[in-house]
Nanobody, 124 residues
Framework: QVQLVESGGGLVQAGGSLTLSCAAS????????MGWFRQAPGKEREFVAG????????YYVDSVKGRFTISRDNAKNTVNLQMNSLKPEDTAVYYC?????????????????WGQGTQVTVSS
């Protein structure tokens, strides 16, 4: 079993920055591929960024490339999402997820554990 707890969400003006953190406990964190997803009201949960367990390769949805950076610290059992140049369309609940798979998948059903989510609101 893995427990994931997100933090760092909040209200920010467009163009601002936030850093989301996800703290993991339970199983061996370094073995999990980690992902960040988001869900806006009335929309499906979508993949935002992922980082592999093996070599730390990163992947991003096109809409956040160049603005968001995912990173992990296996010694601290954390994965972060640095978000810069935020836009109102980035407003959503952001979720941290862990997968047993070695590759990053965009499909939410490839992930085995989820956090409770943290709200990010970007005002225009």
């Amino acid at each position: 079993q893995v427990q994931l707890v997100e933090s760092g969400g909040g209200l920010v003006q467009a163009g601002g920055s936030l850093t989301l953190s996800c703290a993991a406990s339970g199983r061996t964190f370094s073995r999990f591929t980690m992902g960040w997803f988001r869900q806006a009201p009335g929309k499906e949960r979508e993949f935002v960024a992922g980082i592999t367990s093996s070599d730390g390769s990163t992947y991003y949805v096109d809409s956040v490339k160049g603005r968001f950076t995912i990173s992990r610290d296996n010694a601290k059992n954390t994965v972060n999402l640095q978000m810069n140049s935020l836009k109102p369309e980035d407003t959503a609940v952001y979720y941290c997820a862990a997968s047993f798979r070695t590759a990053v998948y965009l499909n939410r059903y490839a992930y085995d554990y989820w956090g409770q989510g943290t709200q990010v609101t970007v005002s225009s």
